[in-house]
């Protein structure tokens, strides 16, 4: 699997149109579109997985720089160090509720 990055889309796009658009060139697996938390609008990106690298290498050359409604798009290849690099939620030590330092009288 290769993971394809694709941006600049117009944000009401589907999954849908974009898997229409990528798989012309590649056997698209998995599409994920980046969405806010709070309000689940598009941020106007996604994440695609691509069965090999040579699909994702020509749905990069045929579609980067391309225009949709008036925005262009963007596609990369992560590579699977950058995937390795992604950074992941900071460990912090559980919370602790109503345990603070007593302090001590003479």
Do not use: H
Not at 28 to 40: A, E, L, N, P, S
Not at 54 to 65: P, S
Not at 87 to 92: A, T
């Amino acid at each position: 699997m290769v993971k394809l990055f694709i941006g600049g889309f117009p944000l009401d796009m589907t999954e849908m149109e974009i898997v229409q658009r990528v798989a012309l060139y590649a056997d698209v697996q998995t599409i994920k579109i980046v969405r806010d938390k709070k309000t689940k609008i598009c941020k106007g990106y996604a994440f695609l997985e691509v069965t090999d690298r040579a699909g994702a290498e020509q749905a990069m050359e045929a579609l980067n720089g391309t225009q949709i409604a008036g925005r262009d798009l963007l596609l990369n290849i992560v590579e699977e160090d950058q995937q390795k690099k992604a950074p992941s939620r900071p460990k912090y030590p559980p919370k602790t509720f109503n345990k603070r330092p007593r302090l001590q009288r003479n």
